[in-house]
């Protein structure tokens, strides 16, 4: 499976921007970066996914550095009901034993203060 | 319009029993994948279905399975339950399981094994 590296926790102030950086170095060229958000005892939500180009949506913007070895989720102004805990997961596209897969670390803890 | 609806949301049982989870995906959506999240091991894949056909498997032992109908919704069984088994199980659905769109999850069904 791709291995990512992300911070285990992230502290920010509302209304401020987020950076949260994960690295995926073994992904292939045509493997999906993902990206999710997840509260307790919830599922994941999903917050925004891209192959090459940055990427952005009403939640947030998704760039990926040139190389596709890494990504940063960026939240353009923090709000409390972002905090959650971030996952980034690559979609492996290869079919086969790839289907419908996203593969999970511990992701980043983000902590917004007020 | 409607997410993907678990049922049910929370669910005990006792060693040795068998449990069916369901999951209804958004409409539209083929793909219907199961994770089953712990504090321990986090988020695993268990398995993805597609049209009625089992794509992927995860590595989990063959007391977890599933299936779908032809209306997409999806069903997993987990038979003789043990107290290990206790975890939050969730389904995400997905057009079409391949990572060029996003997953959408569930809330998740909590299993306590007693």
């Known amino acids: 499976d791709a291995k990512t590296t992300q911070p285990n926790s992230m502290e920010s102030n509302e209304e401020e921007p987020v950076h949260l950086p994960c690295n995926h170095s073994?992904?292939?060229?045509?493997?999906?970066i993902h990206w999710y958000r997840q509260l307790p005892s919830q599922g994941p939500e999903y917050v925004i996914h891209g192959l090459t180009s940055n990427v952005n949506n009403r939640m947030a913007s998704l760039a990926i550095a040139e190389d596709r070895k890494s990504s940063t989720l960026i939240l353009h102004r923090a709000t409390l009901r972002d905090a959650a805990v971030y996952y980034c997961t690559p979609s492996i596209n290869a079919g086969g034993t790839s289907y419908g897969k996203l593969t999970f670390g511990q992701g980043t803890i983000l902590t917004v203060h007020p | 319009k409607a997410g993907v609806t678990q049922t049910p949301r929370y669910l005990i049982k006792t060693r040795g029993q068998q449990v069916t989870l369901s999951c209804s995906p958004i409409?539209?959506?083929?793909?219907v994948s199961w994770y089953q999240q712990t504090p321990g091991q986090g988020l695993q894949f268990l398995f993805e279905?597609?049209?009625?056909?089992?794509?992927n498997k995860g590595n989990f032992p063959g007391r977890f399975s599933g299936r779908q109908f032809s209306n997409s919704r999806s069903e997993m069984n987990v038979s003789t339950l043990e107290l290990g088994d206790s975890a939050l199980y969730l389904c995400a659905s997905s057009r079409t399981g391949t990572g060029n769109y996003g997953y959408t999850f569930g809330s998740g069904t909590r299993l306590t094994v007693v």
């Open positions: 279905y597609f049209s009625e056909t089992q794509r």
């Open positions: 409409s539209g959506h083929r793909s």
């Open positions: 073994t992904i292939s060229g045509t493997d999906y």
